[in-house]
């Protein structure tokens, strides 16, 4: 029997509801932390890890064009493919290139990251690719000693060059995703809106609990993202409306809506900005990207005022 989402509330799963919610914002951005992220005059990159271990929900889709976006709004930035089946190199505009170094070769061989990253189409957007082997990364890790700061240890030199440094992580919370999830400061989380993507959520934020506990204190919440919005349906109204009730300000203004032009994009290896940038699609990313860059704004001037009090 079909349960008539108009007349009752959608119900979160009981894990969900037993949880409370993970800081968007940490309590220790004190004088002395913003002090060591100071080098050369300027701030280290933020990095944002794109995670959720439901497919289907949108990472891929939010961590290439939000990384499109920030570089169009004249933010620096590096897109980090976590993932083997290399969709956000695809969707970016890199053929399969099997002589092409890619994330593998910095996790397992150690190679320096100027002879892996590449310069994208999108001026300001450096990308760090993906390939097949990422799969046999993942099993080489489980015996490598400091297997879960191999990204971390890679990205450090990386995060005085740009402003932001987007992960896009694999549907799996697997070693690849670990290794994301201790190298970034924060956590975007799409979520599908409708019922059964909610499911996956309650186990993403215990783990991201678990590995505040032991291997990333700092680790925040960037936000949770409402991807595929149709405003038509009741279903997707009652979804935003219980996960923002639920969330509260966790949950991002910008909702992505469901758009025919967004899912044709990739094909063409393209940003949504490139292929069509006055799709609902472009407009829901570039409102995105600068949410984030409001909120980096707001996080450095946070700190810079408890730096003055403190002084």
Request: hydrophobic share 45%; proline share 4%.
């Amino acid at each position: 029997m079909h349960r008539d989402v108009s007349r009752e509330t959608i119900e979160f799963p009981q894990k969900i509801r037993s949880q409370s919610a993970v800081s968007r914002e940490t309590s220790c951005f004190s004088a002395a932390a913003l002090l060591f992220c100071k080098v050369w005059g300027s701030l280290l990159a933020r990095v944002i890890a794109v995670a959720n271990q439901k497919g289907g929900v949108g990472k891929t889709t939010t961590a290439v064009n939000l990384a499109a976006c920030l570089a169009a709004a004249e933010q620096s930035t590096l897109l980090v493919d976590c993932d083997s089946q290399a969709n956000a190199t695809a969707a970016i505009g890199f053929q399969k290139d099997p002589s092409r170094r890619t994330l593998y070769h910095a996790l397992i061989l150690g190679e320096p990251f100027d002879r892996i990253m590449q310069k994208s189409q999108v001026e300001g957007l450096e990308v760090v690719p993906a390939d097949k082997n990422l799969a046999g990364a993942a099993v080489e890790l489980v015996v490598a000693e400091s297997r879960e700061y191999r990204l971390q240890a890679f990205l450090q030199p990386l995060r005085e060059k740009f402003k932001f440094i987007v992960l896009d992580c694999p549907p799996a919370l697997d070693l690849l995703t670990l290794n994301a999830l201790v190298a970034a400061d924060s956590v975007m989380v799409p979520i599908q809106c409708e019922y059964l993507a909610l499911e996956g959520v309650s186990e993403l934020l215990d783990t991201l609990m678990r590995i505040r506990r032991t291997l990333n204190p700092s680790l925040e919440i960037e936000g949770i993202l409402l991807t595929m919005y149709d405003e038509r349906t009741t279903l997707s109204r009652q979804v935003a409306t219980d996960l923002r009730s639920f969330f509260g300000a966790q949950v991002f203004q910008t909702l992505i809506p469901r758009n025919v032009r967004l899912a044709e994009a990739p094909s063409f290896g393209k940003p949504i900005i490139f292929y069509d940038i006055h799709s609902k699609g472009a407009e829901g990313y570039s409102q995105l990207a600068q949410e984030v860059i409001a909120h980096a704004e707001k996080r450095v001037g946070a700190g810079a005022r408890s730096a003055h009090s403190g002084a």
